[in-house]
Every structure is written in C-alpha cells, then in structure tokens.
C-alpha cells in the first residue's frame, strides 16, 4: 500500500497500512452541535480554537475543520478558522467543505501539504475539486458515492472508488494521495451497514492498495452506548484495512492503540503504555 504524506509548517504525518492507526480529528464540524453553530453564525472563532487545542491535546494527529452551517459564509469564514487554528496548533489540516470556493479560500491561507475532505464519484464533484487538488498539491478524500447516490453493494462502492483515483491519476495527481472514505452509516437505520462499510474496505486495500478512513461515529447514530458502538466498529475497521478516522479522539484513542499494538504497529508498546500513563495522571483543577 502506497503512503500518504500531509503536513502543516513544521510537522508531518504518514498515513499508511504498516504505520500505527493516524486520528482525524471530527469536532470543529457544527452539525449537531448548536452552541458551536451559534458562535460561528456570530463569527466567534474561540470554540473552534478551544476544540484544536483540546482534539490535540487528546491526541489527534490531523484536524478536520468544518465551518458549514446555515446562515454562515463558508467563503469567508473557512479561511479565517483556518487563521485561528493555526495560532494554536501545528499539526496538518484536512479542510471539510462541499463548496469548492470555500476550500480554495481555506488552501490560499493554509501551509504545508493539507487534505481536501472531499470528491465524490459525481461527475460535478469531480470537475471542480480534482483541479484544487492538482493546483494545490494536496491529498484528497473520495467518498464512494456518484450520481447515482450511496450504493448498498461493496463492489458498486470499490468501483466507485477506482472510478475516483483513475480520474485523480489522469489529471497527474498522485494515486498515493487519494485517500477512500468507505462510507459508515447508521446500525440504527440498516443492521448490515457495518458489514457493507468493512466489505468495502476490504476490496478498497486488496484491489487498489490504497488509504482508508472513514467517519467513525456514524455507525452509531440513533441508538444507545454510542461510545461502545463507535470504538467496536473503530477496532474493526483498523483490522480490516482502515489506516485513518475521522472521530472524537478523546473517545476513540485508547481503542485505537490497542488495536495498533496487537496489529504490531506499536514498537514495545511505548505508545499504549504512554497512553497508559497519561490517563493516570491526576487531572488539573
């Protein structure tokens, strides 16, 4: 499997199958969330500082930076969060719009080698946000989706996913910087989605070797013990392929790390037992 490389101004981060597990940050995204939606409508920045700092402090290795909301211009308001976050934190970024304009707004403020979240398999997604991806020289996530919507069948959504990095290829982007999304969504909604999303992954690493991530936490929506659900579903999707997630690092980390140490991606346990010790340590007042 090909590597990944992303970065900020002065860190790295390597995403690839032999590596330990890399965490996305998920929680400067307003969907669900209303205070933080509020404060970005009010163009106040401090929530989505407070959430950098502490997704890093949790462990996050890159962060997911969504400013979508209603009543918010994503233009303007991308770039500026962007700004923000940099004075806090310095490791890479993986910019989170659906709007192409938003995102070359965010790519012209941003240093170093950052993610574009996301391209789909629809022919309009991939006409506007593949050329950010060339001009900007970045790495891209592709959604298994196209026109036709979210296919039910792991072959459909693999084919989807080629269909993604062929297109990337063509235009000179390299095929080690497409990164497949696979696409979890909710138990609560359909009890085979977890098999679907992990079938998917499957065939994503073995027929096109390339990275995986997906949202985590959609598996769980609508129904209790969310955390039980999502760190399960995490360890899972690490077994089978996944080198990255998008996900509540706070919750999903200590998983992670194991799953990472029984895989033999944690040289004698040093991260696992820091991780260890770093949760015993008395907590500030």
């Known amino acids: ?22 965490l ?19 163009g106040n920045l401090a929530p989505v500082r407070q959430a950098a700092l ?23 308001l991308l770039p500026r969060a962007v700004g923000e976050i940099l004075k806090a934190v310095e490791i890479p970024l993986c910019l989170d719009s659906n709007r192409p304009q938003a995102l070359e707004a965010a790519l012209a403020v941003t ?5 574009i979240n996301s391209v789909t398999g629809e022919e309009r997604s991939l006409a ?66 977890g098999a679907i999303t992990l079938r998917t992954i499957q065939g994503v690493r073995s027929e096109l070797g390339l990275n995986i991530t997906l949202g985590a936490s959609n598996i769980s929506f609508g129904l209790p013990d ?30 992670v790390l194991a799953a990472d140490l029984i895989l033999g991606r944690d040289r004698r346990a040093r991260r696992y037992i820091e991780a260890y010790r770093a949760r015993r340590q008395p907590q500030a007042v």
């Open 1 to 22: 499997m090909a590597e990944t490389r992303v970065s900020s101004a002065s860190r790295e981060a390597i995403i690839g199958r032999d590596r330990p597990t890399l």
């Open 128 to 193: 506007t946000v593949l050329p950010l991806v060339r001009e900007y020289g970045t790495a891209v996530i592709g959604l298994v989706q196209d026109d036709n919507g979210i296919p039910d069948s792991p072959e459909e959504r693999v084919a989807i996913a080629r269909k993604i990095v062929d297109r990337a290829v063509e235009m000179g982007i390299p095929r080690e910087d497409v990164i497949i999304d696979c696409l979890a969504s909710s138990l609560g909604a359909n009890t085979s989605s």
């Open 24 to 42: 996305i940050g998920e929680r400067i995204n307003p969907a669900g969330k209303k205070t933080l939606a509020e404060a970005l409508k009010a």
């Open 226 to 255: 969310r955390e039980l659900l999502n760190s399960a579903f995490a360890t899972a999707a690490i077994v089978t392929g996944a080198t990255c997630l998008i996900a509540n690092v706070s919750c999903v980390r200590p998983f």
């Open 54 to 76: 502490s997704q890093v402090s949790a462990g996050a290795d890159i962060l997911d930076v969504n400013v979508g909301t209603f009543g918010v211009d994503e233009v303007a």
């Open 111 to 115: 240093p170093g080698k950052p993610i």
